[in-house]
């Protein structure tokens, strides 16, 4: 995401959307009322009467509107916006929709900027030139491809064949697996050269067969790749990668990468007592007390009224927000944790973390005392 241009009395910010990423965070920045313009095509209401609408000449405009719907394509790569008319060369008050895809400018009028829309106009700002990581989770019978950009997990294939008699020389059984390994050698070659690493995953040995014909056959490729071990893979296996952080350097830049890896150290948290938070009341307490390493919220949290204090804090506070995707596990996960929680640097409830207190430590948050 670039900015082009930002006026500070009206508000109004024009942005170029560069990436897949980009169009998720435009469609969770632009809220119900606000004014949303860009260049778009719309029939000319000067043709002939004695013309038929659809066959009326469609001219390229600038129009602004004012959102009232905003929906999210991810598969397609693009963004909508409907709502009706404010600023045009003609039909004001008329409903229109506005299609932004990557490489389009659009301005948004944004008089007041909440801490979530600040973290996703920095993290946008940041993330020019976000890298490609081709994912590969593989073993006999059973492999899935992904691509990876920023927040987008694209999938490209899932490879799922019964192989013969694996287990014994010759015969179907050798067939069966060189076509096998053909075949995600096709798609890695395919898709290899636009990604700037490929990461091999696998619980067993295919992972290193696969490298090895890689390196026979397309040595700077090769050079491209990690391999790295996974009990699971397949969908299972991406997963487990993302969230064991066993890929960090390969994946770094990658902000799904980071979601999935930062909602795991959450659950760890959790799981040893008194290092994480979850829930508004809990985070909001832990805010206050200024324990707050990082704060997840996710992303339909953001078009609410309740958490915007506690991020307002946080920010002011210094505190690193990241707004997770509800698509993929780690949303799911931070769903079923009350959309809003935090890792913790300290035990804020403890007795010595107390400040001024004369009696004894303060309440558990989770016994409702």
Do not use: C, N
Not at 77 to 91: A, K
Not at 116 to 139: C, N
Not at 321 to 336: N, S, T
């Amino acid at each position: 995401m670039r900015l082009l241009h930002r006026d500070a009395t009206t508000g109004r910010y024009r942005l170029r959307l560069e990436t897949p990423s980009d169009l998720w965070r435009i469609a969770r920045l632009i809220r119900p009322g606000e004014a949303v313009g860009a260049s778009t095509t719309r029939r000319d209401p000067e043709a002939p009467a004695d013309v038929a609408g659809a066959e009326r000449t469609r001219r390229r405009i600038f129009l602004v509107v004012r959102a009232e719907q905003v929906e999210f394509h991810g598969f397609s790569r693009h963004v909508r916006v409907s709502g009706p008319i404010v600023e045009g060369p003609f039909d004001i008050g008329r409903h229109h929709t506005l299609d932004l895809g990557e490489g389009d400018e659009v301005v948004l009028e944004k008089p007041t900027l909440t801490a979530g829309d600040r973290t996703l106009l920095d993290e946008g700002l940041r993330g020019a030139g976000e890298p490609t990581i081709l994912v590969a989770s593989v073993d006999w019978g059973d492999s899935s491809i992904v691509r990876i950009r920023g927040r987008a997990i694209e999938p490209i294939a899932d490879v799922r064949r019964t192989i013969a008699g694996k287990r014994y020389e010759g015969g179907q059984g050798e067939k069966d697996r060189s076509a096998y390994v053909d075949e995600l050698l096709h798609l890695l070659r395919r898709e290899g050269p636009a990604a700037t690493a490929i990461v091999v995953s696998g619980p067993g040995f295919l992972k290193e067969e696969v490298r090895e014909r890689l390196a026979e056959t397309d040595p700077p490729l090769a050079r491209k790749l990690q391999l790295i071990s996974t009990a699971e893979a397949g969908r299972v296996g991406v997963d487990e990668l993302l969230r064991s952080g066993k890929a960090t350097e390969a994946l770094r830049g990658s902000v799904a990468a980071e979601e999935a890896e930062v909602v795991e150290r959450l659950i760890r948290g959790l799981a040893s007592g008194r290092r994480a938070a979850v829930g508004l009341e809990e985070v909001t307490a832990a805010v206050e007390a200024g324990a707050v390493e990082t704060l997840l919220v996710s992303e339909t949290l953001l078009g609410e009224p309740a958490p915007v204090s506690v991020l307002d804090q946080a920010r002011a506070g210094r505190v690193r927000i990241l707004i997770v995707r509800d698509e993929g596990e780690a949303g799911r996960r931070l769903q079923g944790l009350g959309r809003i929680a935090a890792i913790l640097r300290y035990d804020w409830t403890a007795p010595e973390r107390v400040t001024g207190s004369t009696g004894g430590s303060r309440a558990d948050p989770r016994s409702g005392a």
